[in-house]
């Protein structure tokens, strides 16, 4: 498992942790994003119940979790978020941000309503501890409700599942190094998992609005500097829903 | 995750425990159509015992009886019924607590590992919550069993209320006269009826046992797993 800080500025910072050599083989690897701002903590797409364990003992190691004071889930998918009673156990006052069409599928996993803050679709704005993240929609990608976070400050846009790779065992780098190698990892995913062209067009337009130094997946590596736009011409161009054609 | 281990080995206790319910809920289930036909029958020695006139008297009593006896056993399946839903329910929970109970061990065996003491009073609440809860979950399922138990008893009470009922008709249709062959076909049909809830009885009582041992060696291994670590 590797922790690293991606942006440090006083008061305020981001951390990832991902590459999990301890995970089961079967369960997808995923990245979980922590930001510290005045000494309280968002963490995003927390992960599975799987692998909950690995995520708050590392996050520990460099952050008192009791100050967790919300989670935000890009979407309802199990390695994004089923690990949710855990933490809420652990905190029965955490506020968990979520996309508004999903709280009522959410809510299975045992969390109560009191302890949700919907996200309506046309997304909207975080307060952590004074700072505002700003919450970009980004539905049908993949999910039908899926939401992305961009921090004005550290200019890191969190992206879900867009951008992710699935990259091999022996892969252990944080950042893509090498983009045209890379994207062997993503066409497969992003062709078969998202179903819209009009949506992504629409997500690359918001991104685009926006200074951004580092787009961060859920799954896979970070892209850094010129990668980001590398990223999203390479999208741009890439005819989604279109991995599976055995319609007859 | 040394946890999968046991929340496999529990998994498998609670897969027998729902094995258990749903062979007692079959069989349970085959008592509706008896107390129906106990319905039927009871319609039928009141036709025979009107026919009768005033020698069909006494008879006319005993039909009554057997009515009862239909609605005792009716009434006793409908809250078994209930009873077994939350068995299962609770048995549900806690494969689902049991779980991250394992897994809060996990965690703190991790921080343990790597001298954090920061994080650990605050996923201890998480622990000691599940903790809570799986022994509250557990109490509950024993006395739910507990439950079941004082419902299922009284069908031995009622097999041997139609077993006398049975022998009532038989002496009532011997002395009935010309209408004794009506009220003796009512009365061979009864000992057919009885004799299903007798056997019925029977098994419910081993399915019963069955299942109060699955629990019990539930209980056992859960504390044994909690306890020994």
């Known amino acids: 498992m590797r922790v690293e800080q991606l942006y440090k500025k006083s008061n305020h910072s981001w951390m990832v942790m991902g590459r999990d050599a301890e995970r089961r083989e079967e369960v997808i690897d995923t990245n979980h994003y922590l930001i510290q701002h005045n000494g309280q903590g968002l963490l995003l797409d927390p992960g599975g119940v ?59 996993f045992g969390v109560k309503l009191e ?22 929609p980004a539905h049908y990608l993949h999910s039908s409700g899926n939401l992305s976070v961009y921090d004005p400050q550290s200019k890191i846009f969190f992206s879900g599942d867009i951008g992710a790779a699935m990259l091999p065992e022996d892969f252990t780098e944080l950042f893509v190094t090498d983009f045209d190698q890379h994207t062997q990892y993503m066409e497969y995913f992003h062709r078969r998992w998202m179903p819209s062209n009009t949506a992504k067009m629409r997500w690359i337009a918001e991104v685009r609005k926006r200074d951004v130094e580092m787009l961060c997946p859920q799954h896979g590596a970070i892209f850094k500097g ?23 | 995750m040394g946890g999968n281990l046991y929340t496999r080995r529990m998994g498998d206790d609670y897969n027998t425990i729902f094995r258990q319910c749903v062979s007692l809920n079959t069989e349970l289930h085959k008592l509706v159509p008896l107390a129906k036909q106990m319905h039927l029958l009871s319609s039928n020695a009141v036709s025979s015992a009107a026919r009768a006139g005033t020698e069909g008297n006494a008879f006319r009593v005993l039909t009554q009886d057997i009515q009862l006896l239909g609605d005792e056993v009716s009434e006793c399946i409908g809250d078994t019924q209930k009873v077994i839903g939350e068995i299962v329910k609770l048995a549900s929970q806690l494969v689902k607590q049991f779980s991250h109970y394992m ?21 201890d609440r998480g622990h000691h919550l599940v903790a809570d809860e799986l022994r509250s979950n557990n109490h509950k399922l024993s006395s739910n069993l507990g439950m079941l138990a004082n419902l299922l008893s009284p069908i ?57 041992d699955a629990i019990e060696k539930q209980q056992n291994n859960q504390r044994y797993l909690v306890y020994a670590r």
Not at chain 1, 115 to 136: C, F, K, T, W, Y
Not at chain 2, 103 to 123: G, P, V
Request: proline share 3%.
């Open chain 1, 50 to 108: 799987e692998n909950f364990s690995v995520v708050a003992a590392e996050f520990s190691k460099h952050f008192e979790l009791a100050n967790v004071e919300a989670i935000f889930a890009s979407h309802q998918d199990p390695d994004v978020i089923s690990s949710l009673p855990l933490w809420i156990q652990a905190n029965p006052d955490l506020i968990v941000y979520m996309p508004q069409i999903w709280v009522s599928f959410i809510t299975h």
């Open chain 1, 115 to 136: 302890n949700i803050r919907p996200i309506p679709d046309e997304g909207g704005i975080i307060n952590l501890a004074g700072h505002e993240l700003e919450v970009v």
């Open chain 1, 226 to 248: 010129d990668n980001v736009e590398r990223f999203l011409s390479w999208f741009e161009k890439l005819d989604l829903g279109s991995a599976w054609s055995n319609v007859r």
């Open chain 2, 103 to 123: 897994i809060y061990m996990d965690l703190a065996d991790r921080l343990e590992d790597k001298k954090i003491t920061s994080s650990t009073k605050f996923f």
């Open chain 2, 156 to 212: 031995a009470i009622l097999v041997k209320k139609g077993e006398y009922l049975a022998v009532c008709s038989s002496v009532e249709a011997a002395s009935a006269g010309e209408h004794g062959v009506s009220f003796e076909a009512v009365s061979s049909m009864l000992r057919e009826l009885v004799s299903q809830l007798r056997l019925q009885s029977a098994r419910q009582r081993s399915l019963l046992r069955d299942l109060s």
